[in-house]
Every structure is written in C-alpha cells, then in structure tokens.
T-cell receptor, first 113, second 117 residues
Framework: GQQLNQSPQSMFIQEGEDVSMNCTSS?????WLWYKQDPGEGPVLLIA???AGELTSNGRLTAQFGITRKDSFLNISASIPSDVGIYFC?????????????WGLGTSLAVNP | DAGVIQSPRHEVTEMGQEVTLRCKPI?????LFWYRQTMMRGLELLIY????????DSGMPEDRFSAKMPNASFSTLKIQPSEPRDSAVYFC???????????????FGEGSRLTVL
C-alpha cells in the first residue's frame, strides 16, 4: 500500500539539541498528523494539522503543514531523554468518508543524556 | 476515562492454532480500526468499522483473517490457522467522527504482541 516518505529513519542526538524530521508524499493530503510511539505502547497523537501552511505547537513540539499539501515537518526543541521513541507522520486525503490514514515508516529518536 | 483496552498483551502460539485478539474501544467512539505493525512494513491498516459495520477490509491479508464487531464496545480479530509470518504487534484504535473532511484523532491501545512458532 501507499506509504509516506519519512526522514530521517533514525537520529541519535545529545540532550538539549533541537530535532527536525519531515514527511513527504506524492499526492495531496488535507490532514497531516504526527504521532509518537514509546516502547511497548501504541502510538499517541502529538499534533494534528488541517490547513495548508498551518503551524501548530504543542509544548516543545512544532509542526507545519506544507503549502503544497505534500509535506509536513516536526521540530522538537531542547530535547530531553523522555523524547526517545519513534515518531510517525500520517496523512489523510480527506476524500469523502474514507477514514484510512497513510503512514510513514517512522523516525527513531535516541537522546543521549 | 479508560483508553482503548486490548487483550491479550502477549500471545505465543504454534503454527496452525487459532488466535483471537480482543479490543474494547473508548466509550462513545464510532470508529474502530485494527492495525498490524512490523519492522519491515510499519503500520498496516487491516480493517475498520463505523458504528459496528465493517467499512473497509481491503487490508486483511487473506481469508485466514477475520474481524467482527458485535456491539459498540467490543471487537475481535481472529486468525485461523495462524502462521509464523503473522507474528507482529496488532493494534486496535478508536476515534470519534469529526466534521466532514477531517480524519480525526486515533486513540490506540497498547497492542497485542503475537508470536507464532
């Protein structure tokens, strides 16, 4: 099935550093979502974006819905050890009542304290 | 409020055995999704329900997989017979319909880790 191109696949950073990851698609989406998955848990929604160009923050996290509707990025400022996990982007074309999300393969983040 | 509840958390079985995974969605949510997660393929949508009715089962790998939602508070995913390649983490998620054009948030359970020997 269709998947989003998410990069980087993994990151290893020092505590306090800023982090940036992005997601691209070959098709247009009307919704972009960013989830985080901790080990042994299910993904948890961090940020949802519904308008092209929208910039939304959630604490130290900031995400943007690209103007072209084909990309999104997530930034984490001043990383801390609890930021460790896998970050997934997901998109939705918004066509009709289809509720299927298209997912990236994730960015694995490791933070060295 | 309780989140999405899945059981069992871990299941180890032998090839050929029947496996049943269970899910209780968040009360009031009208959509329920079953996902499978593997390292190689990431999160794959298997099937989703709206108001207990299966809407899209195109992700169900083959006839060995079946899912039911007999009421708004319970769903099962069954694999019969199981095979080693079915080993994965299976997630159930629920959501509440938002305004038209919005996919809405998914609330995931903790997952059921299945190992088929």
């Amino acid at each position: 099935g269709q998947q989003l191109n998410q990069s980087p696949q993994s990151m290893f950073i020092q505590e306090g550093e800023d982090v940036s990851m992005n997601c691209t698609s070959s098709s247009i989406f009307n919704t972009w979502l960013w989830y985080k998955q901790d080990p042994g848990e299910g993904p948890v929604l961090l940020i949802a974006l519904y308008k092209a160009g929208e910039l939304t923050s959630n604490g130290r996290l900031t995400a943007q819905f690209g103007i072209t509707r084909k990309d999104s990025f997530l930034n984490i400022s001043a990383s801390i050890p609890s930021d460790v996990g896998i970050y997934f982007c997901a998109g939705h074309p918004g066509a009709g009542n289809n509720r299927k999300l298209i997912w990236g393969l994730g960015t694995s983040l490791a933070v060295n304290p | 409020d309780a989140g999405v509840i899945q059981s069992p958390r871990h299941e180890v079985t032998e090839m050929g055995q029947e496996v049943t995974l269970r899910c209780k969605p968040i009360s009031g949510h009208d959509y329920l999704f079953w996902y499978r997660q593997t390292m190689m393929r990431g999160l794959e949508l298997l099937i989703y329900f709206n108001n207990n009715v299966p809407i899209d089962d195109s992700g169900m790998p083959e006839d060995r997989f079946s899912a039911k939602m007999p009421n708004a508070s319970f769903s099962t995913l069954k694999i019969q017979p199981s095979e080693p390649r079915d080993s994965a983490v299976y997630f159930c998620a629920s959501s509440l319909l938002r305004s038209s054009g919005r996919a809405g948030e998914l609330f995931f359970g903790e997952g059921s880790r299945l190992t088929v020997l």
